[in-house]
């Protein structure tokens, strides 16, 4: 779940995103809430006069907590609509560990890694030329927003199901990041599973 805010750009109204999906879309409005629908499923919300039901601070991407998640859940309740959100507020940034990488079966410049994050072991597909096994790694798992904008979804690539992205310094925006392809490989006593940025 993501939430996007501009009040400059476009007003006071807050875009709830539960899904990544591409239009065309239905919608349905009640109250200050409009419904995003696609295929008759709830991807999204646009909640209007969102200043005076969300506390929300900063513009652009903002960061889900829960406090702010009941805010919503109670302004599509005082609007009518009758959603239970179920959203996963766990880190997004994590570090993994390359427990194993292999050659993609269709692809010569991609490597298909097993990677563990802790609480699961996820298979991602890397163009990266230096991920190597036993690399500790920085890992944006699915629905991670990246400093970019763009959201990290499920994909498949040349025909090869990949869950998250590693990342290389520039990709996650860091200072000093080097111009040369490369994932960023952490050195030190980061823990498997911890998140990558101070929450």
Do not use: W
Not at 79 to 91: A, R
């Amino acid at each position: 779940m993501n939430l996007f805010y501009n009040p400059t750009g476009v007003g006071d109204v807050a875009f709830v995103q539960l899904e990544v999906a591409e239009g065309p879309f239905d919608y349905e409005a009640k109250g200050d809430v409009v419904t995003i629908k696609k295929d008759n499923k709830i991807v999204g919300f646009n909640i209007f006069h969102a200043s005076k039901s969300l506390n929300i601070e900063g513009v652009g991407h903002i960061k889900m907590t829960d406090a702010l998640l009941s805010d919503i859940q109670s302004a599509l309740q005082a609007s009518g609509v009758e959603t239970e959100l179920d959203v996963d507020l766990s880190p997004k940034f994590v570090v993994g560990y390359v427990q194993q990488k292999e050659k993609h079966p269709n692809a010569d410049k991609l490597s298909v890694c097993q990677i563990d994050v802790g609480n699961e072991v996820l298979q991602i597909v890397c163009g990266a030329p230096n991920i190597e096994q036993g690399q500790k790694v920085v890992v944006a798992k699915v629905g991670a927003v990246m400093p970019s904008g763009m959201i990290i979804k499920d994909a498949e690539l040349r025909g090869v199901p990949s869950s998250g992205m590693v990342c290389s310094m520039k990709e996650l925006d860091l200072p000093n990041a080097p111009q040369e392809k490369g994932i960023m490989v952490l050195e030190g006593s980061y823990q498997v599973g911890q998140p990558f940025f101070e929450e």
